[in-house]
T-cell receptor, first 114, second 111 residues
Framework: GAVVSQHPSRVICKSGTSVKIECRSL??????MFWYRQFPKQSLMLMAT?????????EQGVEKDKFLINHASLTLSTLTVTSAHPEDSSFYIC??????????FGPGTRLTVT | QKEVEQNSGPLSVPEGAIASLNCTYS??????FFWYRQYSGKSPELIMS????GDKEDGRFTAQLNKASQYVSLLIRDSQPSDSATYLC???????????FGTGTRLKVLA
């Protein structure tokens, strides 16, 4: 099946620093990738849609200057959380679209900002 | 606002029984529906996708779709303790590839 990797799986950083999360589709090309955030005991919330070679589309309420997304190739998208604060601590998950509608998720990155 | 409604549970079933999970959605134009399984602390894993009215079977899983009623369900036959997880229903919004997720139903299979 379609495999998506994410790195790092877990990161702890200090308030005010920036963190980069990588998402890769390993065995297929993904023209579209998605970034989600999930707080404990809540459902997935879509943050942005990333298309290869173009600017990301952010959901309402998501700060595009804080969450920088770059979809550099058909297999790689990155999310950079800039000037992270404790309220940004969450589980960040990417997904990649392999066919018309199916999305496959990466294993997620647990971010803790101290 | 486009939404997915799921009973949060927990739904408890004995081992070997059939677990029935239900979901309703608001977007009449949606053509694509998905069930994901999410273990605690892990990311979602795709179990089933369904695009046409009726039933779709894959191993112990059967997805059922009724577009007229805007209803999709997932049946798990011969439930195992390893099936204990949160099951997320999602649909792709019409005209886009974005998913709308429900809040999930927590399933407990009792040994």
């Amino acid at each position: 099946g379609a495999v998506v990797s994410q790195h790092p799986s877990r990161v702890i950083c200090k308030s005010g620093t920036s963190v980069k999360i990588e998402c890769r589709s390993l065995d297929f090309q993904a023209t579209t990738m998605f970034w989600y955030r999930q707080f404990p005991k809540q459902s997935l919330m879509l943050m942005a849609t990333s298309n290869e070679g173009s600017k990301a589309t952010y959901e309402q309420g998501v700060e595009k200057d804080k969450f920088l997304i770059n979809h550099a190739s058909l297999t790689l998208s990155t999310l950079t959380v800039t000037s992270a604060h404790p309220e940004d601590s969450s589980f960040y998950i990417c997904s990649a679209r392999s066919s018309a509608y199916e999305q496959y998720f990466g294993p997620g990155t647990r971010l803790t900002v101290t | 606002q486009k939404e997915v409604e799921q009973n949060s549970g927990p739904l408890s079933v004995p081992e070997g029984a059939i677990a029935s999970l239900n979901c309703t959605y608001s977007d009449r134009g949606s053509q694509s529906f998905f069930w994901y399984r999410q273990y605690s602390g892990k990311s979602p894993e795709l179990i089933m996708s369904i695009y046409s009215n009726g039933d779709k079977e894959d191993g112990r899983f059967t997805a059922q779709l009724n577009k007229a009623s805007q209803y999709v369900s997932l049946l798990i036959r011969d439930s195992q303790p390893s099936d204990s997880a949160t099951y997320l229903c999602a649909f792709a919004t019409s005209g886009t590839y974005k998913y709308i997720f429900g809040t999930g139903t927590r399933l407990k299979v009792l040994a």
